[in-house]
Structure formats: structure tokens, C-alpha cells
């Protein structure tokens, strides 16, 4: 079982660019996929980028694809989701998500606000 916890996130300027990180600890990490999601307020969670559990594929929502990221470095037990050129429909609360067929954990959630 994995425990996540987020960091990163704030408010940045349309065309910013902001990265967030997703510390994973327990055991196991490299059996988990990473799904990162966004949700704004009143809307339903969105998928926004995804990774394998050894980070050989990604996938991407089309809002975002080419201006996000999303990495990880099993051996530091860490997803990052790199984010440019962002605008103000990406304001939300990011969660990352790891998960399993048998486990799920989600990250407490952090909130990037893109505003002038």
C-alpha cells in the first residue's frame, strides 16, 4: 500500500508555467500507475494525464496535451506533472492518483490558479 502527498501548485500569470510533484511512500510504487485529474469547482473530475507504473507510456486529455508533462523516478518514489503555457481553464484542484488492481491512493489534492 502507497501514501501520497502533493506539493507544488499556486498561482501563476496565463503562459506560466508551474510543476507538481506527487511523493508516493509504502511499498510498491513501481507496481502503481500515476493518474493525474483535475477538478473545478461544480464540475466532475477530469483525467488530465496519465503514466505506466514503469513510466514507459503516457496519455494526455486533449485540453492539455503538449503543454503538460507527466514523469516519474521510481527509485525517488516521485511523479511530477510539468505544466506550461498555462491558461485560465486550467485552474482547478489537481489530485494525483496511484493505483493497482487490488490498491488505490489518492494525494490530498493542491490547487493551481491561473489568473492575471
Known amino acids: 500500500q502507497v501514501h501520497l502527498v502533493q506539493s507544488g501548485g499556486g498561482t501563476v500569470q496565463p503562459g506560466g508555467s508551474l510543476r507538481l510533484s506527487c511523493a508516493a511512500s509504502?511499498?510498491?510504487?513501481?507496481?502503481?500507475?500515476v493518474i493525474w485529474y483535475r477538478q473545478r469547482p461544480g464540475e466532475e473530475r477530469e483525467l488530465v494525464a496519465q503514466?505506466?507504473?514503469?513510466?514507459?507510456?503516457?496519455l494526455y486529455s486533449d485540453p492539455v496535451r503538449g503543454r503538460f508533462t507527466v514523469s516519474r523516478d521510481n527509485t525517488k518514489n516521485m511523479v511530477w506533472l510539468q505544466m506550461v503555457n498555462l491558461k485560465p481553464e486550467d485552474t482547478a484542484v489537481y489530485l494525483c492518483?496511484?493505483?493497482?488492481?487490488?490498491?488505490?491512493?489518492w494525494g490530498q489534492g493542491t490547487q493551481v490558479t491561473v489568473s492575471s
Open positions: 492518483q496511484a493505483t493497482t488492481n487490488l490498491d488505490t491512493a
Open positions: 509504502g511499498f510498491g510504487f513501481s507496481d502503481y500507475r
Open positions: 503514466i505506466s507504473a514503469v513510466g514507459r507510456s503516457t
